[in-house]
């Protein structure tokens, strides 16, 4: 998008002793302009109904961006394949794995932590965080996520290298491309597509090993003794890997996916993006038609270096666009033009669009960090630091025992021979450490007399307090009976559950105690 | 935008617009991409398969059938069927082991309770209600106290639910009638029992006549002190629970007509593994009392075999 607010904004100062006034007034002559009317229109393009995709073949570069690109695609990677063969000793009776998703029995495992279902709400607070952390980002640094993080990215980018060490560089690959099919492509494609394949595989595999023991489960696939869903999970993203990551590409992000069109709408001129300063590139011109007209032309030498290493195939110069990803690696390019002619680096750059105006309109350029140091940024920054420290203190603070109790209410009570007069309970008793624990369940608040059993100790052993040894990490679900003596009444009382270990983890649960006058 | 609205082609894009405008907002003739349309043949494609391979077209009284042979019926049959595969072991296990045994096993105890519970819910609720806790105005007992006519242990609730009580199905049925008194008492006799009735659970007060009417002709059964006898059949009538209820009128009603409830057996309806697991579950309501060594037995073995026999019942105590 060319924004005609800044090409036509009057620019009374000089930044670098270019004649920028003059610059401006030549690029509303640019072939873009033109197209606006200024000129007789062109002909209408023939117009196909369905577009074929046009490859896109990245050209080598580095740089600072290339090397951090570099540096997240290694960590994201080495996360990702790595983290499910992490050992963490959680004793006999848990897992070894450190991170492990355990469906089958409903528990997640992360180093020390462990999450129950009943605790699910930690993990609708990190939605939340990874909601706002969102925002945050977008709003601060535009779509890195896109750019440096997101699978699609990261794996596309793997792949692009592969491309580049079976095929060599850009302009190798496209005579390959359009090369006949002979003995030598054929062998260049299959070995490519091998190790495309190969990835895939690993991709692939990688997942599944969130959800089961990891070495057990690697052993069992290849023996043929993993379940069918493992195959079929493996078989899947490997097909999805191959093909979205070695196929599709750059068609992913422009045409697939919802998210650039989301973070469009979450930017404002204040979030720092790539951005092409055309008040300083236009009016383009290679280095000779400078020296011949030395002021008509912009910093921009025209020589498509922007859009060889682009990995979408865009031209930034364009203005912003869906397909932008952001991952800077034209910045690198141009940089690396201009160190080379001699004009200063950051013809295309980090800046955000008020500060691009500022600049075009002669204000001097502002480092990008000083664009992260507004009020957006920082209640964001405290929103989702809140809500990570809270959580962080829910997860220190609780405790491992836990009692839920629900009353029989068909029938509500029972009268007993004696005249005594007894209610049923089901008691849910967790016990979430690693390690088989006693327990005492109490009675509190019932009148003296009050006696309690349950399905595994006996009426002759009715007591007001029992002692239950619950499983490691289980739920134990136990049927209490609870009599009070003939002449008593009770309304509300509570089941106290206590660990009768060194930690002494306590936690109570309010009840009725059910009368056969209250019906 | 006064320009592009006459302008064919976006500027910015070089792309058609199709000529529809909202608020100055123009859409444009974007293609779509190549792909989109072969994904788009790929699902025709796959239409056309999954209508040879599966029910699709429907017909007058049903759809065509499919190659596969694949039906939603089909596929509950079995799941059904793999369910009670899957059950199959449990069931042997139960129908191996002595019911006066399965407590000693908790763990195949609660299988049974939890299959009873289902079984309940299927052939016993209609009369006993859904918490088994009966009805006492047609006489159907709670199950879930303390209180048995029949005994309440693992055995005779098996025997119960096999044999029914009066019911004419069974030769070995429970069968117990109590004598209808209306027409030997008269009114003041009856006034007189009813109390001493009573008083055996200390709600009224007796008297000579009473007493002495109750020793003639209820204690034979029910006991000199009203405790019953459940090998009769004769409930307790010194405790709080009634079948009937429990006030006057009701014992007096009772005395002179007494009413007989009718349960049916269940030994030719359910296989003897769910009748198993349906008097481990009424055992389990809270009321279950514990198999009490005969003393035939007691003659026989020595006091330690009992002692552990009487300990090994006691930890399956429900």
Known sequence: MENPDILDKPSDGKSDGRDWVAALTQ???????????????????HLELYEKRKSVHTKRI????????????????????????????????????????????????????????????????????????????TSAVGRAWCGYACPQTVWTDLFQHVDRFFDGDRNARMRLDKAPWGPGKIARRGSKWTVYLLISMVTGGAWILYFADAPTLFVDFFTGQADFVAYATVAILTGTTFWLGGFMREQVC?????????????????????????????????????????????????????????????????????????????????????????????LIDYATLEQCEAESSGEPAQPAWKALL???????????????????????????????????????????????????????????????REMEIALVGLPEGAKMWTDTIGLDAAEPRQTVEVPANETKIVRAYIVIPKGTSAEEFSFQLTSLDEQTEQDAQETTFAMPGDF | ???????????????????????GIEELNTPLPRWWLWTFYATIAWSLVYVVLYPAWPLVSSATQGVLGWSSRGELAKDIQSAEASRQEVFDQIAAIELANLPDNPALMQQAVAGGAAAFKVNCVQCHGAGAAGYKEYGYPNLNDDDWIWGGDLNEIEYTLNHGIRWDGSDETRLAYMPAFEDIFDRDQVDALANHVLSLSAKAESSAAGAELYAQNCAACHQPNGAGDPIQGAPALNDAIWLYGGDIANIRQQIKAPRHGVMPGWQNRLDPVTIKMLAAYVHSRGGGEEIEAPADVVAETDTQEIASAAEAGGDGKS
């Not at chain 1, 690029?27 to 393009?45: E, F, V, Y």
């Not at chain 1, 993990?123 to 706002?132: C, E, F, K």
Request: proline share 7%; aromatic share 10%.
């Open chain 1, 27 to 45: 690029s509303s002559q640019s072939p873009k302009a033109a197209a606006r009317g200024l000129s007789p229109k062109p002909a209408p393009p």
């Open chain 1, 62 to 137: 580095d740089g600072p961006f290339r090397r951090f690109k570099w540096f997240v695609m290694l960590v994201t990677l080495t996360i990702y394949y790595v983290t499910p063969w992490l050992r963490w000793d959680r004793g006999p009776f848990a897992p070894d794995q450190a991170v492990l998703i355990d469906l089958a029995h409903r528990r997640f495992y992360m180093f020390d932590i462990e999450i129950w279902p009943h605790e699910f709400y930690f993990v609708a607070g990190m939605l939340i965080m990874a909601g706002i952390g969102l925002f945050l980002v």
């Open chain 1, 254 to 346: 422009i045409y697939m996916c919802p998210w650039p069109r989301i973070q469009a709408a979450m930017l404002d001129e204040k979030s720092l993006i790539v951005t092409y300063k055309d008040w300083r590139g236009e009016e383009r011109g290679s280095l000779k038609k400078a020296e011949r007209e030395p002021n008509r032309y912009g910093d921009c030498i025209d020589c498509k270096e922007c859009v060889s290493v682009c990995p979408t195939g865009i031209d930034i110069r364009e203005g912003q666009q869906i397909g932008c990803i952001t991952c800077a690696l034209c910045i690198d390019a141009c940089d690396r033009v201009m160190k080379d002619i001699g004009r200063p680096r950051g």
């Open chain 1, 374 to 436: 507004r009020p957006r940024t920082f209640i964001y920054v405290g929103v989702w630091g809140a809500i990570g420290v809270s959580m962080l203190f829910a997860l220190g603070t609780r405790i491992h025992t836990d009692i839920t109790v629900s009353p029989d209410r068909n029938p509500p009570y029972m009268l007993m021979k004696d005249g005594s007069v007894r209610n049923s309970y089901t008691l849910r008793l967790r016990n979430m450490e690693a390690r088989p």
């Open chain 2, 1 to 23: 935008m006064s320009d592009q609205q006459k302008s064919d082609i976006d500027e910015a894009t070089g792309t058609e617009f199709v000529g529809h405008e909202w608020d």
